[in-house]
Structure formats: structure tokens, C-alpha cells
């Protein structure tokens, strides 16, 4: 036992020291706020002796033991209660404020020259001490401002120090705190610089920047902070669209008679045609709990409403409707009905007398938890399938929780929309779920998921058969209706009966379940979310584009339209005149006959002969990077050599930097043999013109050298060893006069050795089946190349 105390005790300082979040701490010690200190330590004794884990074998003992302290350690903290009770802070560490920086060194400037511009900015107008007032951390915006911005919209600036933006924008600001923070809007600062990551997670590019964080979105203001209007219009705009609806005679009828929403009306009243941003942001604040309609009391429509409730022209009028939609549940008329007292006549009558339990926040209000049996909260709960089918059964459960005392409530739920909830009254009790319908059971919370009940042995009675009439009370009834009404108040005393005895501490409610959260039942689905938003955006631009602003928009999109529709139609007419145009060519092409097949539709590719008047074309003027292909040919062959020629080098028609051209040989042999001579060093040369046919010369003209290709030349050969002495006889025998026998181009028979290779007969069509290959080694760079001091001249003879 004391091994499981030191554990306890150990537990929560572990929890307490890594400032685990709790509830509510008045909730959990079941105190009210107002509570005094010795009344929070007796609450805190009793729940401790009950809940300490030696004493109570509950799994949750522990855990609901470490909540009940850490709440007793805030409520005791007169600083920490005091911070809870303002700004909803449970952890010391997570404080509104966070540490501060010592800005008084900034007013001590007695010998600084700047002395002059911060006596300038400390005016009351461009003070940013309210800056530092309000700032908050990162964490504090994330935890509270952000996650209470679901009813209470907050508006956040971010600041620097030295920011000359944001001293000229501290007036505003200060006339923003003054303008809406009785409104119950929630006013911080951020500074930029200490809190960068949240500046980059929201997307802001600058200061100062204004944000408006609401329900859970945080929108970015993007004009100058200088116009106040603006900013408070920028607010109105980014509230639910038709979050509060507009009422005339003609529709408030529909709006306080259905109360399927399981909300209470409220109706505003005002000589204005929109409403005041003040009962906007009270309408925002208690959306899910009231339903808000706004009635412009100067309209001539709404002249019946307005003297149906008795409403004065020169006053503010809120109106609050519950059920009995005749008699007002509440009402008050001001000039200017002010926020606090708003708040305070809503939070009085926010349910309905009679309320469903269409939500798990509903749930904890009508029935909230209390674990002790001497103050044990019951709620009495109808099991009914429409409201439509048990109007008069409501009504009469009505009557009961009109006169209900305090630890009593009244409350039904659809078992068809709460379908979790009443399976697991059903199983608990083993009771068949057909016989629910009609029967009320009385519920104790004693914990959020967990509670204790017991049905009504009655079920709550109807009458079918009898006239609407006949179940009023003091109407004339028939046999049947006496029946109903003898049933009635026989259920009625046995439910009293019930109540009363449950009520004792010491009496145990026959059963027990655990029951998981209700759904909730004003949720849209993604689908109906999508569509709504549409629909939304649709009604905002046309109520946009009512008003005196949009004249300029519609002028400049009108201008936009007609000059896009002018260009498309230009176009239209130029498309329309290309294609008659392509048109006629095409039936002229038919008219004259033409033939052509898909090879003629390709890119052509031209061979050139080289001679006098085409050389410096060819070869001396060639741009540098580019080459001109040659193929030497005489009158006999040229016919056939030019042919496979042109299919060899097809491929090659579209590279700019080629040059593609023949040599007739009989007319420019000595062109040839001075090329050959010249890349040898000099000397002479004799050369046979038969024997150079089938030679293709790459000529680079910028670089002044060449590549040679030929059926006898030593690179097509596979011995190999014929080019190193080639190489030798290039280097070395330039003066030999016979140097040019290594090419194959003399027929002088005392050119052959020992080692003398004599290739095989090549005929005409077979002097170009290697140039392929060739052209491939060329490309790559591999093949042997021929300078030459210059490009000699080509005659005409």
C-alpha cells in the first residue's frame, strides 16, 4: 500500500512537471467560479478520499485522482485561477504573456542623436507600448486563440520593434482595441521576429500584418491598417454567410415556428438595412445554440412583425422564442443593447424547454456529469421516432420541464438519428429495441462515458384516435380522450415517483452502460458542404454586384470581355482565310495534275559539282564548324556511283553543317594530286585518274585538312599494320617520289615489298560498300586526318 501511494505521488509530479492539460477545473472539483477557498478544499477532501487509488479499485482511479489535484493546485493559485478565469489557461508554463524584453532602454537616449525621433514616436498616436501589452507567444496562439476562435473571433497583428509601418499603424490599432474588444473580440499582438516559424507557417510577407482568426482559419488583411472601416468590413465579410437570416412578414413565420434545428430564436431589431457588427459577433459566439434573424424595422414589409412583438422605431429589440413561440422567452430594447448584457440574457435561456439531444455538446448541457450521489443531476429522456408523430407527447413533457427543479431536466432524442446511444440503453438493460419507442428513461451521469439509468415501467401515452381538440385541457373530451388523459397522469405520477426516489443519495440506479459520443446531427456531409459553398459564393457576388462599387468592376470586366470577344473573333476570320487559301492550293495541285508520292513531301537534298566557278563556294568560303563530303567519279561511272552515293549519305540531309558534292576527275585530277601532294610534304606525285574513282575527300576548310576514304585505302583494310607505315612513309619519305603508292593511286610495278598486300579485284558498284562504316568513324572523330598549308587553286581547263 505505501509502494502504490509513493507510486501515485510520483505520477503526478511526472504529469505536473510536463504540464499535461486538463478540463475544467470548477467542472472537475464540482465548484462553481464564484467558489471560495475554503469551499474548493473541502470539495478537494472528499474527492481525494474517494478517488485515491488505495481506497478505490476503479481503472481510472489514477488518472481522475492526478485531474483532481492538479485542478485543486489551480484553483488554490491565486494567479493561476486568475489566468484560467480570464484567458483559459490551465498549464504555468503556457502563459498569455511571454517573457519580456526590457523596452525602457529604448527611452534613454539623453546624448543620442536620435534622441529627437523617439520623443516623436512616443505621442500618444503612434505609441507601440499597446504592442508589447498584447503580445502573445506562438504557443498561445496556437492553443487558445486559434482553438477558441470557433466562437470567438480574434484579430492578431504582427510587429517588429523597429518598424516606422507599424508606429503609423499603432493608432489604428489602438482605435481597433477600443472598437471591438467590448464586443468580445479578441485582440493580440505577435512579434515577428521572436516568433519567425509562425510567421512562415501563415504565409505573411511583411509587417505590420493583420490576420483574423476565425473558426480555426486564420485570413490575412492585405490593405493599409490606416482605414478602420475597411478593416471592420474585412471582419463582416469573413463570417458564415447567412449567419444571421433576414426576416419579413412574409417569412417569419416559418422561421419562429420550426424548432427542428433544436435551437432558440432570437430576432434583432434595428432602423438599419444590415445588421450591427456587435450582434454579428454575439451571433457567431452562440451559433450552435441560437438561431439569429435580423428584422429592418424601417422596411414597409416587416411592419405586422415589428408590431407583433411590440417592438419601439427609436430602440435596439432583441427577442428570444422558445417553443410557445406567442410569449416571448425574454426581450430587451436599448438604444445600443450592450455585448455583456447580450451575453448574459443568452446564456440564461440558450436551450430550449424542451430540448433533443442532437449533439454530444447538448448532451453535456442538459445533462452535465456529476459524480457525487448527494448531488446527483438527472435527466428524463423520451425515445421518440419524429416530432411531427409525438407533437402532443412533447408538449405534455413539456409542462413537466416548465416546473422541473434544479437537478431535474426534461429532454428527448430520435432514435433513428442517435442510433449508438440507444443501443447501448437497450443492451444494458436487455430490453428489445421495438419496444423503445414511447418509454422515457432517467439518466445519471456519473462520468463521460459512463452512465447509470433506469427506465420508466410506463410507457408515455398517446391518443391516435382522439381530435386535436380533445387533448387540450380544459376542451371537451370523448371516452377515448378521458382514457388518454387517466393514463397520462397516472405516467406523470410514476415518473415523479421515479425521480424522487433516484434523487436519494444512498438509492442505486438499476443499471449501467458505456455509452460513446452522440452525433452530431446539424453536421453536413462533404458533398452537401461543397454544394453550400457554391451556393454561397453565387449570392455573395450577386449581392456584390448590387452595390455602388461594382459599377467600376463591371465597367472594366465589360471592357476585358469585349476586346477578348474582338481578338477571338480576328482570329476566327485569319483561321477562316488560311484555310480557304490552303484550300485553292490544294485544288490547284489536283487541276495541274500532280503526281507526287510521300518521298517528294521530304526534304531534298542537293549534290554539287565542284569546278572553278563553285570551288571558292564550296571550300574557301565555308563557315568554320562545317565540312564539304566530295566523291570523285569520272564519265563512266557516274551515273552509278552518284546514285548509291546519294543513298548513303541521305541520312545526313538534314545537318546544316555538311556540304554534300562530286569530282569529275578527268577535268580536276591535278586539283586532286596537288591536295594529296601538299599533305605529304612536298615532292612529286604521280596519279592514275582511273584509280582515284570511288575516293570520297571530308574537307574541313576552316581547320585546312581532310579525310580520305577509298576501297584501297589502309583504314578499310583489316591488316592494320599497312597504316603505321603509312604514317612512317607520311613523316618521313615526304621528298620520295613514290610516296604516293601507299594510297593505291600509281600503277608503277616497282612499288611492291616483302611484305606487299595485294588486295582483291573491286568492281565498279562495290567501291562505296565500306563508306557507311567510314562516315560512321568520321563522325566519331577516329579517322585519320590530312592537313594542308592551304587549299589550292582549281583551274578551268
Not at 509502494?3 to 462553481?32: N, S, T
Amino acid at each position: 500500500m505505501k509502494w502504490q501511494g509513493l507510486c501515485v505521488l510520483f505520477a503526478v509530479v511526472v504529469q505536473i512537471i510536463l504540464g499535461q492539460k486538463i478540463g475544467d477545473p470548477y467542472k472537475i472539483l464540482g465548484v462553481h467560479r464564484r467558489a471560495a477557498l475554503p469551499e474548493i478544499r473541502k470539495a478537494y477532501r472528499q474527492l481525494a478520499k474517494e478517488w485515491h487509488p488505495d481506497k478505490n479499485e476503479d481503472p481510472n482511479a489514477e488518472s481522475r485522482f492526478v485531474e483532481i489535484k492538479q485542478a485543486y493546485e489551480l484553483l488554490t493559485d491565486t494567479e493561476r485561477r486568475q489566468a484560467y478565469d480570464l484567458y483559459g489557461i490551465t498549464n504555468e508554463d503556457d502563459h498569455m504573456y511571454k517573457k519580456r524584453h526590457d523596452y525602457s532602454q529604448y527611452a534613454r537616449y539623453s546624448n543620442d542623436p536620435f534622441e529627437y525621433f523617439s520623443t516623436h514616436f512616443r505621442t500618444q498616436d503612434q505609441d507601440i507600448t499597446l504592442f508589447h501589452k498584447l503580445s502573445v507567444t506562438a504557443r498561445h496562439f496556437e492553443n487558445n486563440i486559434l482553438e477558441k476562435s470557433v466562437h470567438t473571433p480574434a484579430l492578431v497583428l504582427f510587429y517588429t520593434d523597429w518598424c516606422f509601418d507599424c508606429v503609423r499603424a499603432a493608432a489604428a490599432w489602438r482605435r481597433l482595441v477600443q472598437a471591438l474588444q467590448p464586443l468580445g473580440v479578441t485582440l493580440a499582438t505577435v512579434h515577428a521576429g521572436h516568433e519567425a516559424a509562425l510567421v512562415r507557417r501563415l504565409g505573411l510577407h511583411g509587417v505590420p500584418s493583420l490576420t483574423l482568426a476565425l473558426d480555426k482559419q486564420v485570413y490575412i488583411y492585405k490593405e493599409a491598417l490606416s482605414s478602420v472601416p475597411k478593416i471592420l468590413e474585412f471582419i463582416r465579410w469573413k463570417f458564415p454567410y447567412k449567419l444571421v437570416r433576414s426576416l419579413t412578414d412574409a417569412n417569419v413565420d416559418s422561421f419562429v415556428n420550426d424548432f427542428e434545428d433544436n435551437k432558440v430564436k432570437a430576432l434583432i431589431f434595428e432602423e438599419r438595412q444590415s445588421i450591427r457588427l456587435r450582434y454579428l459577433i454575439t451571433a457567431f459566439h452562440y451559433r450552435d445554440r441560437v438561431s439569429f434573424a435580423f428584422v429592418d424595422i424601417t422596411s414597409w414589409d416587416t411592419q405586422n412583425t415589428s408590431a407583433r412583438y411590440k417592438v419601439q422605431r427609436s430602440m435596439d429589440t432583441m427577442v428570444l422564442l422558445k417553443e410557445d413561440s406567442a410569449e416571448p422567452a425574454a426581450t430587451v430594447s436599448t438604444t445600443e443593447i450592450p455585448t455583456q448584457t447580450l451575453r448574459q440574457l443568452i446564456e440564461a435561456n440558450q436551450m430550449l424547454t424542451l430540448p433533443r439531444l442532437s449533439s454530444q455538446s447538448v448532451l453535456d448541457t442538459v445533462c452535465p456529469i456529476e459524480w457525487r450521489a448527494s448531488r446527483r443531476r438527472l435527466c428524463c429522456v423520451l425515445i421518440a421516432r419524429d416530432a411531427h408523430t409525438h407533437a402532443h407527447s412533447l408538449a405534455q413533457l413539456r409542462t413537466l420541464a416548465r416546473r422541473a427543479p434544479e437537478r431535474i431536466r426534461y429532454a428527448y432524442v430520435y432514435a433513428h438519428a442517435q442510433p449508438d446511444f440507444v443501443h447501448a440503453l437497450a443492451n444494458g438493460s436487455g430490453i428489445d429495441m421495438t419496444t423503445l419507442e414511447h418509454r422515457i428513461v432517467v439518466i445519471w451521469r456519473r462520468e463521460a462515458a459512463r452512465i447509470h439509468y433506469e427506465w420508466l415501467n410506463e410507457t408515455w401515452p398517446t391518443c391516435v384516435k382522439c381530435h386535436p381538440d380533445e387533448l387540450e385541457e380544459g376542451g371537451a373530451r370523448g371516452e377515448e380522450a378521458l382514457r388518454y388523459h387517466e393514463r397520462l397522469n397516472e405516467t406523470k405520477r410514476a415518473l415523479e415517483q421515479l425521480v424522487k426516489r433516484l434523487l436519494r443519495p444512498t438509492e442505486i440506479v438499476a443499471y449501467e452502460t458505456r455509452v460513446q459520443e452522440l452525433v452530431d446531427e446539424a453536421a453536413a456531409g462533404a458533398v452537401w458542404r461543397a454544394v453550400s459553398r457554391l451556393c454561397e459564393w453565387s449570392e455573395r457576388a450577386f449581392s456584390a454586384l448590387r452595390t455602388h462599387h461594382a459599377l467600376s468592376a463591371l465597367s472594366v470586366l465589360g471592357t476585358v470581355a469585349l476586346v477578348l470577344a474582338a481578338g477571338y473573333f480576328m482570329a476566327y476570320l485569319i483561321r477562316v482565310e488560311e484555310e480557304s487559301v490552303q484550300r485553292q492550293k490544294e485544288e490547284r495541285r489536283r487541276q495541274n495534275g500532280a503526281k507526287r508520292n510521300n518521298n517528294e513531301t521530304q526534304p531534298e537534298m542537293r549534290l554539287h559539282e565542284m569546278r572553278a566557278e563553285k570551288y571558292n563556294g564550296l571550300v574557301r568560303l565555308q563557315k568554320p564548324g562545317c565540312r564539304t563530303i566530295v566523291l570523285l567519279v569520272d564519265m563512266q561511272s557516274r551515273v552509278q556511283l552518284l546514285s548509291k552515293f546519294h543513298k548513303i549519305v541521305w541520312p545526313y540531309r538534314k545537318n546544316k553543317t555538311l556540304t554534300f558534292a562530286y569530282l569529275c576527275v578527268e577535268r580536276n585530277v591535278e586539283w586532286f594530286r596537288r591536295v594529296l601532294q601538299l599533305s605529304l610534304g612536298g615532292g612529286e606525285l604521280r596519279v592514275n585518274a582511273r584509280n582515284c574513282v570511288g575516293t570520297v575527300l571530308a574537307l574541313n576548310p576552316h581547320r585546312k585538312y581532310f579525310c580520305i576514304y577509298h576501297a584501297k585505302h589502309p583504314e578499310c583494310t583489316k591488316p592494320h599494320k599497312r597504316m603505321s607505315r603509312m604514317t612512317v612513309s607520311l613523316g618521313g619519305r615526304a621528298a620520295d617520289p613514290e610516296a604516293g603508292a601507299f594510297i593505291g593511286f600509281t600503277t608503277d610495278p616497282d612499288s611492291s615489298d616483302e611484305d606487299h598486300y595485294d588486295p582483291p579485284l573491286l568492281l565498279q558498284e562495290n567501291l562505296l560498300d565500306g563508306l557507311e562504316n567510314w562516315l560512321d568513324r568520321l563522325f566519331e572523330g577516329s579517322t585519320h586526318r590530312y592537313y594542308v598549308n592551304y587549299w589550292p587553286d582549281m583551274t578551268t581547263k
